[in-house]
Every structure is written in C-alpha cells, then in structure tokens.
C-alpha cells in the first residue's frame, strides 16, 4: 500500500506551486499530477460543474491505485472536498485560503485576499471568513484573468503587472498588511506582486503547509514511501508543451478523463 502513488490535481498548472511544495518535504513520494485544462479555468464554473470534474479525476486516480489524493486547487476544495470525503474511502488534502494565520497575524486589522469567484462565492469561503475575520476588515477581489495569463506562460510579463495593478487597487488604497493568495495558480505571480506591493504586506501562500498536511496523514495511515520519488504528468487537454518546460516540467501526456 504504502508504495502506491499520491494523485494531485488542478484545473492546471497553478498546482505545481503545491506539487513543488510536496517534493520537497516528501522526495521519496511518487507522484501523479492532473491538469484539467480541458476545464480550465474552475474560476468561472459551477458548483456542479467542478465537483463533477472533481469526483471524474478521482476516479481516475483511484483507477491508477493512488494512495491519497491532494486537491491541489482552491475553488476545487472550497466547493467540492466534502463531496470527494463522502464518495471515496482514500484520504484527501485540500487547500483553502489562509483567512485563519493571516487574520490572527494581522496590526493594521485589514486583509485583502484575492482569489477565483468559485471560491470566494463557496459556503466553505464564506464560512471559514466569517469565523475568523470578526473586528477586521477584508478586502476580497476576484483575480479576473490571471489564471489564464498564469496557464499561456505569461505571469511575469507587462500585461499581467497592468491587470495585477488594477484588481488590487482596492487594496492598496487600505492599509493591508497581509495578502492571502486564494488559488494555487498565483505563487507564480510572486515576482509581479512584489513590484506592485508595499514592502510591509505578508503574501499568504499556503503550499507548504498542504505538504506538512499530507506528511501528518501519510503518517497517521502508515503510508509513507521511502523508495519512490518519480513524478508523472498528465493533462486533459494537448498540452503546451513550452509553458510546462517553463515550469521545469519536461514531458506531459495527454489524457481523457
Ligand atoms: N488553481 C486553482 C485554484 O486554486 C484553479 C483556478 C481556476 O481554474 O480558476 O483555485
């Protein structure tokens, strides 16, 4: 048991942030990763449309013997983890805005967070905000856009700096001392953002704390494997092949789920 894969998915490449993040606290892991660019971007999508997508590549990945599964996607967590926990018996790890440490870490008592419509709409969202962020203001932006300048290869380039600045301005018009990064695929804004950012703002970004999520579980079920290490990538759609080399990834076959 222990020497079966872990599956890990997205709607594309923005769960390679959590991925790197799962290499490196388990090197020892092997690995299967989906992009669903097929379906790309969730952002836009229903409830049901992403909790079909959801259940449809866990099915795959439990049909590839995977020992757990990490829902390496914000708006695939906040709107279809409970669903995924109900139908399948294998673990799962999701990922959800870090509302919780950047509330309790915040002097200015005002946080912006930015993320997909599909999550910042989710009840999970709504709740978990709701909980935490009592006595402070939070200033909640849709990333319009980025997803898909994120998935051509463009995150550093000028357009994405223009479309950044616009979509924070609300924020940085209040004094913001933390800046939650609600959807897996905006790490690889970081380079951008910190031109555009005050150098007192926290970026949140909670990958590897679903690493450290996912060595707690591979633990408490006893599945930790200390041979593998080999990752394998598979996307739903013909893969750009020169945007995944960007992001270190060399081969990627293409698969219908
Ligand atoms: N990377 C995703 C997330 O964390 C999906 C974004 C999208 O496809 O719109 O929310």
């Known amino acids: 048991m222990h020497t079966k894969p872990i599956g890990v998915f997205d709607s594309g490449i923005g769960g390679l942030s959590v991925l790197n993040a799962l290499k490196e606290m388990l090197p020892h892991e ?11 971007p969730y952002g836009k999508r229903t409830k049901e449309t992403i909790t079909a997508r959801a259940v ?7 049909a590839q013997d995977c020992k757990l599964v990490v829902v390496a996607c914000n708006t695939a967590t906040t709107n279809a ?37 599909g999550t ?57 001392d ?12 970081t380079q951008t953002l910190k031109k555009i950012l ?9 990958s590897a704390a679903v690493a450290k999520q ?9 599945l930790h494997n200390t041979k593998g290490g080999k990752t394998a990538y598979y996307s739903t759609a013909t893969p ?5 080399n960007s992001f270190g990834v060399a081969e990627v076959k293409q698969v219908e789920i």
């Open 30 to 40: 092997d690995i299967l990763y989906v992009a669903d660019q097929a379906y790309t």
């Open 214 to 222: 996912t060595n707690r579980l591979l633990d408490f079920h006893n």
């Open 81 to 117: 983890v409970a669903q995924l926990r109900a139908q399948f018996s294998i673990p799962f790890v999701g990922i959800e805005p870090a509302i919780k440490p950047a509330a309790l870490g915040s002097q200015t008592g005002v946080i912006g967070v930015l993320a997909t419509a």
């Open 120 to 176: 910042l709409t989710s009840t999970l969202f709504q709740t978990t905000s709701q909980d935490y962020t009592q006595g402070l203001e939070v200033i909640s932006q849709v990333g319009h856009g980025l997803v898909s300048l994120v998935e051509e290869g463009k995150a550093n380039s000028e357009t994405t700096e223009q479309q950044l600045r616009e979509i924070l301005s609300p924020m940085l018009e209040k004094p913001i």
């Open 56 to 62: 449809a590549i866990t099915n795959w990945l439990v």
């Open 198 to 206: 005050p150098k007192n703002v926290t970026v949140m970004d909670c």
């Open 178 to 189: 933390h800046l939650v990064l609600g959807c897996t695929h905006y790490p690889f804004l």
């Open 240 to 244: 750009e092949i020169d945007v995944w």
